[in-house]
């Protein structure tokens, strides 16, 4: 698909978010209560906007969000029944649950796209002043990751794989937690990382990190979070499932018009940075938070639309570094139908 097509069909996307499948307001049962995850991320706003405008409601849905630290945990999560849907990377805890009939993903969030600014590359400035200045300098330097099989480490392997050297020859270091990895960054004791860009670039206007790269001149098209559920909901309650991608997906237009492609006016940005905050900086004033949180945001497919080709990239990696079960299919990771695919 050429660039031109892909953003015309995405631009088309944001009109068309499921409509057919709004309720007629009705009192809600105790089986209309959902539980979504989200990680405390500029980029988990879509629910949290939906949530707080009532696009959940207007759907039959009361909404319980649930916090999580890292995508491992709310795989998991979604498995054992604790949150009925998530958006996060892709990892090898995901798809081994996949593998097990307890997971699908149905949909797309994060993406990097052409000409949106996306996922950066950062060095510490400790690993910086010692000659790690771009990331073909990675060879020989430790690299922060949550966990073994996360979205990190699927970054990490293709920034080496390009840059033409094996990741064995980086330390991969997983620290479970994003502000654990910060900590590190910061402090010299890790001297890489990548992660989206309004944090990124709050990290670089202090003096201890460096950005040294992108992640969309390693990884185009990187489809970086999905939308997922569990097997159960996905393959026996399409209509909850449906009716769950209306609401996220007016959310997502609402984050992508006023943070990223900055059609809002003033009192909604203002009202969607309000929103976020709520989950995002919490522990900072408004005042220093609402740039951080306005600033760097990455698109979210419109539609919650899914780049399978992407998706089919990751799950090759990781069943190729022995992080996923060999046998697991693209068939058994997704479920088609509830979202376009590009």
Same mark, same amino acid.
């Given at each position: ?5 892909? &953003? ?17 307001? &009705?009192?809600?049962? !105790?089986?209309?209560?959902? &539980?979504?995850?989200?990680? #405390? ?8 906007? !939906? ?35 998530? @958006? ?17 993903? %149905? ?38 990751? =949550?966990? !073994? ?13 390009? #840059? ?16 654990? %990895? ?33 992640? #969309? ?18 393959? =026996?309650?399409?209509? %909850? !499932? ?6 996220? #997906? ?57 780049? @399978? ?34």
């Amino acid at each position: 698909m050429t660039m031109t097509n892909r &953003r015309a069909l995405l631009a088309g996307l944001g009109a068309a978010t499921a409509a057919p499948f709004v309720l007629p307001r &009705r009192a809600l049962a !105790a089986s209309d209560t959902i &539980r979504v995850g989200i990680l #405390s991320l500029t980029s988990h706003a879509p629910a949290l906007i !939906a949530a707080a405008k009532g696009y959940f409601k207007e759907q039959g849905f009361e909404v319980k969000l649930v916090m999580f630290q890292a995508a491992q945990p709310m795989a998991v999560a979604i498995a054992s029944g604790d949150i009925d849907f998530g @958006m996060t990377a892709i990892s090898g805890g995901l798809v081994s649950l996949a593998q097990k009939g307890a997971i699908r993903i %149905i949909g797309g969030a994060l993406q990097e796209h052409e000409g949106i600014e996306g996922q950066k590359i950062l060095a510490s400035k400790k690993a910086h002043d010692a000659g790690l200045k771009t990331p073909a300098d990675l060879k020989g330097h430790s690299f922060g990751l =949550t966990t !073994a099989g996360s979205s990190f480490n699927y970054m990490a392997d293709m920034i080496a794989k390009k #840059s033409g050297f094996p990741a064995s020859d980086m330390r991969l270091v997983p620290l479970q937690k994003v502000p654990a %990895i910060i900590a590190s960054l910061k402090s010299g004791q890790i001297d890489a990382w990548s992660i989206v860009p309004n944090i990124a670039d709050a990290l670089t206007k202090g003096p201890e990190v460096v950005e040294i790269g992108k992640i #969309s001149d390693y990884i185009p098209d990187y489809q970086v979070t999905t939308v997922f559920t569990s097997a159960r909901i996905a393959d =026996t309650k399409p209509e %909850i !499932a449906k009716r769950y991608i209306a609401a996220l #997906s007016k959310g997502i237009d609402d984050y992508n018009n006023a943070l990223v492609y900055k059609k809002a006016d003033q009192a909604e940005v203002d009202a969607i940075t309000k929103i976020i905050h709520q989950y995002v900086y919490s522990d900072q004033p408004l005042e220093k938070a609402a740039p951080r949180i306005q600033h760097g945001a990455m698109l979210c497919n419109p539609g919650a639309a899914l780049t @399978m080709s992407s998706v089919k990239s990751q799950l090759e990696w990781l069943q190729g570094a022995n992080m996923a079960p060999k046998d697991v299919t693209l068939d058994q990771l997704v479920k088609t139908g509830y979202v376009k695919t590009l």
